[in-house]
């Protein structure tokens, strides 16, 4: 279960170096515009229930894959997978579809995305809506620990001098995908009330990802900082953080509120890092009345 009618909605586009984005848009052309911006081996699994929302209440919605994620091609360049890359990326895809500005929507990584993407045009960026993400580093602060930083060492330690457990670790992440899922929720990674189905989906797409393309990805997600650029974003940001989110834990998330001149900063009680399908309707009712207010 993804976004209703995906498939059939789905081109692909050259970015700036040539690498092949699949992307998505619904909705009038004249109509505000929102883009969707994926977490960390995520595709359009968590705007399952938002996507549908907006595109109701008139919004036009535009989704894209990242470089070597799912519908869009390997990148040419393998070492283009940082988070300036990414956002070179999104604005590829809003030229495409002709948007001169539009909401930025994130989700995890995603708000790395829209934050580096600010940095590149401030000009395009009407507001940004923050889902239960980072704004730098985010492997050092999972269960306010280093743990995330030491892991992705040791993984990419064993990559160099044995490839093969590693991609067999991988690989198993989408083989038995309710095991997967119910280890995720012990560790409080992901929430007990998120749709399992949509679990499984997520699950079974990062099981079938190249393990090295994904080390790289950890790597230039875990280099990005936008702490710069959070002072001088004046323009109105709607933060929503769980919290129970281990990931992205409750203090770096007020501190990121803390230096943002502009911003609604909600808190979900007994929200965890799926944010998007722990609690839809919720998510829904607050982006929808946030963007209203936006675009009145």
């Known amino acids: 279960m993804s976004i209703p009618g995906i498939e059939g909605a789905i081109e692909r586009i050259e970015s700036y170096d040539g690498t092949h984005i699949a992307t998505a848009a619904w909705g009038e052309e004249d109509a505000p515009t929102v883009i969707f911006s994926n977490g960390i081996c995520c595709t359009d699994t968590y705007w399952t229930f938002l996507q549908p929302v907006l595109l109701d209440a008139g919004y036009r919605v535009i989704f894209f894959d990242y470089r070597g994620h799912n519908r869009s091609g390997r990148p040419l360049n393998p070492n283009e997978v940082t988070l300036p890359a990414h956002a070179r990326d999104l604005w590829a895809v809003a030229d495409h579809w002709g948007v001169k500005n539009a909401t930025l929507i994130g989700h995890s990584m995603g708000v790395q995305t829209t934050f580096e993407a600010y940095r590149q045009h401030p000009d395009r960026v009407d507001s940004i809506v923050a889902l239960a993400g980072p704004f730098e580093y985010p492997l ?50 992901v929430g007990k009330t998120a749709d399992s189905a949509l679990l499984d989906e997520y699950f079974a797409h990062v099981g079938s990802l190249d393990p090295l393309l994904v080390l790289k990805f950890f790597r230039g997600m875990q280099m990005h900082s936008a702490r710069d650029v959070l002072d001088r974003c004046d323009i109105p940001v709607l933060q929503i953080a769980g919290s129970r989110d281990v990931l992205t834990p409750l203090p770096l998330q007020r501190e990121m509120a803390s230096l943002l001149p502009d911003v609604r900063f909600k808190i979900y009680r007994k929200a965890t890092h799926t944010l998007p399908i722990d ?6 009712e607050d982006v929808l009345a946030f963007l209203d207010e936006i675009y009145a």
Do not use: C
């Open 140 to 189: 050092d602060n999972i269960y306010m620990t280093p743990v995330g930083a030491t892991l992705l060492a040791g993984f990419e330690l064993t990559w160099k001098y044995a490839p093969s457990p590693v991609r067999a670790l991988w690989r198993a992440t989408g083989l038995d995908t309710h095991v997967m899922v119910k280890g995720a929720q012990v560790t409080g990674a």
């Open 279 to 284: 609690d839809p309707e919720r998510i829904n």
